[in-house]
């Protein structure tokens, strides 16, 4: 038998460079599809689109955030607090309690009080120099207490109005009439008691703002002692502002007399009112210039730099008949 010497075995085919290089690209070819396979998993996956009809919609999440609605500001009603008759021995005493307050109101003053007696006037002088304080015309002579002989002559009425602005007021039209409850600013108008009716027309005619009342403090004209107490007076203006018996909405004008709050104990009671409609966060006290009707009456402030118009819409002022008696 004929055995093959081994160095006469056949060495294998081809070059030998050649095929390493082919074992060494197969490697490297190899290594890439591994790393290629692990980058795809690693990628992340595209959302699922999901197919309507010919529409393709693609689903994404969202956060939900909730914006809780905010309230809407309520419009706070408006008190105007106004003392009749002064100066007299009550105004001190009623001067010193608003400004400890800190709250604005209105005196009507009376001209021939104001130069009554050194300390009548020396009050008129501390009404004059006191912060949040307005003061507006109540006629000269308060007709003398005789109502329905002063209001015969509406031209009578007239100047002792004008009177009193001249000496006192010179640059307040707001006036209110002796011993009557009526009305003349701009289209609100109301009269008490409708022999008085010419004369408050002559008031309008003449470029005065007649303010009457919605509201009045009463008291015992013997004693000058009031009828009500603090809590009572503010159930009348809760009552008043919910049944709408105002003559503009919203906007109360309270009529008291400042010679009523002499005594100690009506005083504490005049302090103990504001207190508690200071708490109130529906109400805000206010001078009588800012009652709406009177602000529409206002005419147009014009300059060389702005013009300010000020409008209420008519069908916002109450409809009252304009002779109830």
Not at 13 to 32: C, D, E, M, T
Not at 102 to 112: D, L, Q, R, S, Y
Not at 209 to 237: C, F, R
């Amino acid at each position: 038998m004929y055995h093959a010497d081994p160095a006469d075995e056949a060495e294998p085919s081809g070059n030998p460079v050649a095929i390493r290089f082919i074992q060494q690209l197969s490697l490297f070819i190899l290594f890439v599809f591994i790393v290629s396979c692990q980058h795809q998993q690693s990628k992340p996956k595209k959302p699922t689109p999901v197919v309507k009809t010919d529409t393709v919609v693609i689903v994404k999440k969202q956060k939900v955030v909730h914006v809780k609605p905010q309230k809407p500001v309520k419009q706070k009603k408006k008190i105007y607090l106004t003392f009749d008759d002064g100066p007299n021995k009550g105004t001190k005493n009623v001067l010193d309690i608003v400004q400890q307050e800190n709250i604005p109101v209105t005196f009507f003053i009376v001209g021939e009080h104001v130069f009554a007696s050194t300390s009548q006037t020396a009050v008129w002088d501390s009404l004059k120099a006191a912060a949040n304080i307005e003061l507006c015309n109540h006629s000269y002579t308060h007709a003398h207490n005789r109502y329905d002989k002063f209001y015969q002559e509406p031209g009578t009425v007239v100047k002792d109005m004008e009177r009193t602005k001249e000496e006192l007021l010179p640059d307040n039209n707001i006036v209110r009439a002796p011993g009557r409850n009526s009305w003349r600013i701009d289209s609100l108008h109301f009269t008490d008691i409708k022999k008085s009716k010419r004369a408050m027309d002559s008031l309008q005619q003449a470029g005065f703002i007649v303010m009457g009342w919605d509201l009045e403090w009463h008291y015992d004209p013997k004693t000058l002692q009031v009828k009500n107490t603090a809590d009572e007076m503010l159930l009348q203006v809760d009552s008043m502002f919910k049944k709408g018996k105002t003559k503009y909405p919203d906007n109360l004008v309270i009529l008291a007399h400042d010679q009523v709050y002499h005594s100690a104990a009506d005083s504490l009671q005049l302090r103990e009112f504001i207190q508690k409609l200071k708490t109130r966060e529906d109400y805000e006290l206010s001078l009588v210039s800012g009652y709406p009707a009177i602000i529409r009456q206002q005419p147009v402030v014009a300059d060389s730099l702005k013009i300010v118009v000020v409008s209420i819409p008519a069908d916002t002022v109450r409809k009252i008949k304009a002779d109830s008696l």
